[in-house]
Each structure stands twice: as structure tokens, then as C-alpha cells.
């Protein structure tokens, strides 16, 4: 049989890197964000999370995920752009998201 | 993944919880979205199948560490892996060796592949003004770049014919589109896309748009429709397993042409003008469907009770998928009904158009609310705390047709308006079946694309 060049059907990443943000030391004293998909028993799941966090960082407080509106579905786009100037707004130091499944 | 990733772009450190069998997907698509380190914390097996305590035990054991450990270390760094570029040959040798080694690579779909050689590449590149390099749009969930060149590729591969080629860089602009959604065509309950093909280039390109419109056979219908599904996986890197998490899947489907001629001799529009487009334009239109099955034997002559049988089989392909007509994405459930020419004849013959089906088509496709909640709330938890429709109604997450009274027994519509309905005619010209398609809503949803041939193509 005759020999054959075969070309790439790949495509080359369009998306540039960027480097993960500064983590802290430490959540105590930290204000934690809940972001959440509705999906999924996040309205169990982030509860919990929270009770614990609490009782291991006594000096961390919260942002429901009320606070941002879902992140999946019709409103996906606007409530991720969004994002950067309510989690300043709200003075968020780190955020939990879900829940993906 | 998607909302972590805005979140780290802020400068705000974050974590993503994922259930197990997911993570390979959050990887690939973490990649993607150019946080290639973006942390994950694990949540044992699926919560869908677990009791309250065993949740919030693998939350305790597993869950909480990795959040604690994501939110206060800095991720690990991934290792680069070289890239290859546009116009690389991967590999030289026979048919067998070429076909061993793109399945090797997971750059086929399983069937054997056309290799694309310089030479099959180049001929579908003459077919365009379209430069090669010419980047159509970045394919999340890779964030990787589809462009004519990779098309031509792809093409190629899915042994389509060089002068389909336009139709091809339409798909791509489509699937470029954020519109479309290609993002979720990796999702768990694992639809797939339909390209409907109207205007000339159905007859000038040979696709079958009659007995077994929507059976292989047909080189148009059958290459172009795998030639989608071949940009997702080599392009998009929707891979089963890693991005794509569909527990089924399903194979690709063929394209659909649309009847035009029998729309012409009804004076109906086709759906490409119901969507705006004139006659002569080509044109394709892509959305993403579940299921779908035939409603058959469509009896007599009686628009009537022909739009009653019609809209039943719209209801009985109808189920989870409620769930993009009211609650997280309202508004964009769009089933399509595929009519024969004949049923189109007999529904004319009776003074009907297609508005008028339509419009009884929304009469008619509805099931009872308490049904609907029952879909969206108990069997599936897409809703939770199990809102009646008349909360959605209130907080503006459904049309107000759904809270026209509050009886649970009260028939409610399965699209939120009746031009969310897509109409086709398509299939044997002389029986009198149909067929329904239950859509996909914002995960590939409805869009369209002019078909641009040489002449008209721009740089």
C-alpha cells in the first residue's frame, strides 16, 4: 500500500495560561464566598461546609450563595462577569464553588 | 469549573467541589478555561444515590481537608505538554498504520478515517476564500482553536466531499458560536446535535431529504453529520470520559435536510426562513437533541385531530428536558417536529400553515402541572425544595401560561411559546408519519448559520 502523510486534526489553544491566585496561610479570619450551581444538593452540602469551617476557623465569616445568583443556566454569563466586582464588593478572600457532578 | 475559573481571574483564590467520575472532567476542562492547576476537592461517589449521613460523612472525611488544603496552599504545576501545530504531519504510513494511529490518539470516532494528507486538505481549501489560518472561534471545553485549515482537516477524515466545504466552515461558526452552547455537549444525559440543512445547497450538494432523511447512506447527510462529531472530539476535546461525561451518549446523527420543494409547493416556510433567512440562502441550523421516536401512521384528513396525534408524540418524548422550559434555563426548550411532505399536503389541503400548526401544536402539547413538577422536583431534584409552578411563575423563572390557575390537574404547555417549536418538512413524500425530537435546550441550543460558498466567502 502507498505511503500516506497524515496532518494534525487538532487545533492549537486559543485560551492563554494564568497562574492560580495567591492562596493564604490560613481561612481564620477569612471571609468565604459560596458559589453554587442550584444543582445537585448544594443546599445541603454548602450548610455542612460551613458548620465546619466555623468550628475549625472560629473567626471566618460567610457569603451565602444567594449573594451571587446561580451559576449554571440562563444566567450563567452575567452572574460570571459579575463576579469580580461583587466578590470585592462583598470583601471575599476565597471561594468554594459547586458542585459539579 | 467555569465560575472558579472567573473567580481566580479576580485574583480571588478559589476551590471546586466535584463528585467523583468527574474529576478527569474538571481537569480537561480546567485546561480549558487557561487554569490548568484550578484545585479541586473531592466528593465521594455521586450525591444523587446517597442518604443524608452518608453525604455529610464524605464531606467530613473527604470533602472538607481538600477545601481547607486548596484555599491555603498554592495548586501544584502541571507539566506543559508540547503542542503541535497546524500542518504537522503526525504520521506517515499505509492506511492501516494511519487508521491504528489516530485510534491510538483517540482522533477517530472508530470507523475508519480518511487520512487527511496535504493533498485531500488543500483540495477542500480551494473550496473557500476563507484563509486557512482563519480562526473560526476557540471550542470550549479545550479553549483550543477551530479553524478553516482543521476543518478541512476534519473533513476530510469524516470522507466528505471537498465541495461541502462551506457547509463544514458554517457548522464550525456555529459550534464557535456561545449561543450554541458547545460547552455542554459533553453533559451526563448525552443528546447530540442535528444540523438541519434548508435552501439550494440541499439539492445542489446531493442530500437525501426523503425516504430515510434520517438514516445513514447518504454521503452528504451521513459525512457531514460525523464531521461534527469529529470537530468536537479533536478540536473541542469533548472525549467520553474525560470532557464528555455523557452515562449514554449518542452517536452522531445524520444531517437533516429539509424538503424544499415540498415547502415551496405549500407556500410554507422552510425552517430557515421561519428564522430568517430568504429562499435562496443556504443556510445551517444546529441545536441538540435527546431523543426522539416516530409518530406513526398519522391517519385521515382532519387538521385537527392530525395536530392532537402530533403534539401527543411531542409530550411522549418529552420529560427531564422541562427543565429549560421552566426553572434554571426557562424559555429555551425547542422540540422539533420533522412532518412529511405528505402530512404538510394534508394539513394545506385543509387550510392550514405552518403558523397554524404551530399554534395548535402549543394548544394541544401539554401535560398536567402536577406531572411537570413531579419531572423537575421528586424524580430528578433539578428544582430543589420542589417549587410548585406558581413560585417559579413568581420569581420569574417561568412564563405566566404556567400559573393559569393553580389546580395540580391543570394542562400546562411544554414550551413556554409556541415558536419555540422548530417545524420540518422532511421525509417520504408519499407517507404519513412524523417524527419528534425532544430538545436539549441552552445545551446546543437552536442556531443558525448562512452557508457562504467561494464566491461570496470574505477574507
Known amino acids: 500500500m502507498s505511503e500516506l502523510n497524515a496532518l494534525w486534526p487538532g487545533g492549537a489553544s486559543a485560551v492563554p495560561a494564568v497562574p492560580a491566585a495567591a492562596r493564604p496561610g490560613t ?49 450563567e454569563h452575567a452572574v460570571l462577569a459579575a463576579l469580580p466586582e461583587r466578590l470585592a464588593e462583598l470583601g471575599v478572600d476565597a471561594v468554594v464553588s459547586g458542585i459539579g457532578a | ?3 472558579s475559573a472567573a473567580v481566580e481571574k479576580a485574583n480571588v483564590p478559589s476551590v471546586s467541589l466535584v463528585c467523583d467520575g468527574f474529576i478527569g472532567q474538571g481537569a480537561a476542562v480546567a485546561k480549558g478555561l487557561g ?11 455521586h450525591v444523587d444515590g446517597q442518604s443524608a449521613s452518608e453525604l455529610a460523612s464524605g464531606l467530613r472525611e473527604v470533602t472538607l481537608p481538600g477545601v481547607i488544603e486548596h484555599l491555603t496552599r498554592m495548586p501544584g504545576g502541571t507539566t506543559n505538554e508540547p503542542e503541535r501545530s497546524p500542518g504537522d504531519i503526525v504520521i506517515t504510513g499505509d492506511f492501516d498504520t494511519v487508521n491504528d494511529y489516530f485510534d491510538q490518539h483517540r482522533w477517530s470516532d472508530g470507523l475508519p478515517i480518511v487520512p487527511p494528507s496535504p493533498e485531500r486538505v488543500a483540495a477542500f481549501l480551494a473550496q473557500t476564500t476563507d484563509p486557512p489560518e482563519r480562526i473560526i472561534g476557540a471550542l470550549p471545553p479545550s479553549g483550543c482553536a477551530a479553524t478553516v485549515h482543521n476543518v478541512a482537516v476534519n ?57 430515510g432523511a434520517l438514516r445513514d447512506g447518504y454521503r452528504a447527510n451521513t459525512s457531514i453529520g460525523r464531521f461534527l462529531r469529529l470537530m468536537l472530539r479533536n478540536v473541542a476535546l469533548s472525549l467520553p470520559g474525560d470532557a464528555d461525561k455523557s452515562t ?93 411532505p405528505l402530512v404538510a399536503r394534508t394539513l394545506a389541503r385543509a387550510g392550514w400553515n405552518k403558523a ?7 394548544a394541544h402539547a401539554r401535560l398536567p402541572a402536577e406531572k411537570l413538577e413531579r419531572y423537575l422536583g421528586e424524580w430528578t431534584n433539578f428544582l430543589p425544595g420542589q417549587p410548585p409552578l406558581t413560585q417559579l411563575v413568581a420569581e420569574g423563572t417561568a412564563a405566566a401560561v404556567f400559573a393559569e390557575g393553580e389546580s395540580p390537574h391543570r394542562l400546562v404547555p411544554i414550551v413556554a411559546r409556541p415558536e419555540d417549536l422548530l417545524i420540518v418538512i422532511s421525509g417520504d413524500p408519499n407517507r404519513s408519519n412524523a417524527y419528534a425530537l425532544a430538545s436539549n435546550g441552552m445545551h446546543g441550543y437552536p442556531t443558525s448559520r448562512k452557508v457562504r460558498f467561494a464566491a461570496e466567502s470574505s477574507r
Do not use: Q
Request: with cysteine; glycine share 12%.
Open chain 2, 356 to 362: 397554524t400548526l404551530r399554534e395548535r401544536l402549543f
Open chain 2, 248 to 340: 449514554f451518549g449518542h452517536t452522531f446523527r445524520v444531517v437533516l435536510a429539509e424538503h424544499v420543494a415540498a415547502a415551496a409547493s405549500l407556500g410554507w416556510p422552510t425552517l430557515a426562513a421561519d428564522r430568517g433567512f430568504g429562499s435562496d440562502e443556504s443556510v445551517v441550523t444546529i441545536a441538540r437533541f435527546t431523543s426522539g421516536g416516530t409518530i406513526g401512521s398519522i391517519y385521515g384528513d382532519d387538521p385537527e385531530r392530525i395536530a392532537t396525534y402530533l403534539a401527543d408524540g411531542l409530550v411522549r418524548h418529552t420529560s427531564w428536558e422541562l427543565i429549560f422550559t421552566v426553572g434554571f434555563a426557562p424559555g429555551t426548550y425547542c422540540p422539533m417536529l420533522v412532518i412529511s
Open chain 2, 35 to 45: 487554569l490548568p492547576e484550578l484545585p479541586i476537592a473531592r466528593i465521594p461517589g
Open chain 1, 27 to 75: 481561612l481564620e479570619g477569612k471571609r468565604i464566598g459560596f458559589l453554587w450551581d442550584a444543582m445537585f444538593r448544594g443546599d445541603e452540602i454548602f450548610p455542612l461546609l460551613e458548620t465546619e469551617l466555623k468550628a475549625r476557623f472560629p473567626g471566618t465569616t460567610f457569603v451565602g450563595y444567594d449573594a451571587f445568583g446561580s451559576t449554571f443556566g440562563r444566567d
Open chain 2, 1 to 3: 469549573m467555569r465560575a
Open chain 2, 155 to 211: 473533513g476530510v477524515m469524516a470522507n466528505c466531499r471537498p465541495e461541502y466545504m462551506p457547509v463544514l466552515i458554517a457548522i464550525a461558526e456555529v459550534l464557535a458560536d456561545p449561543h450554541y452552547g458547545v460547552e455542554h455537549s459533553g453533559d451526563t444525559t448525552g443528546g447530540d446535535a442535528l444540523i438541519v440543512v434548508s435552501g439550494p445547497a440541499v439539492s445542489a450538494l446531493g442530500f437525501n431529504c426523503e425516504e
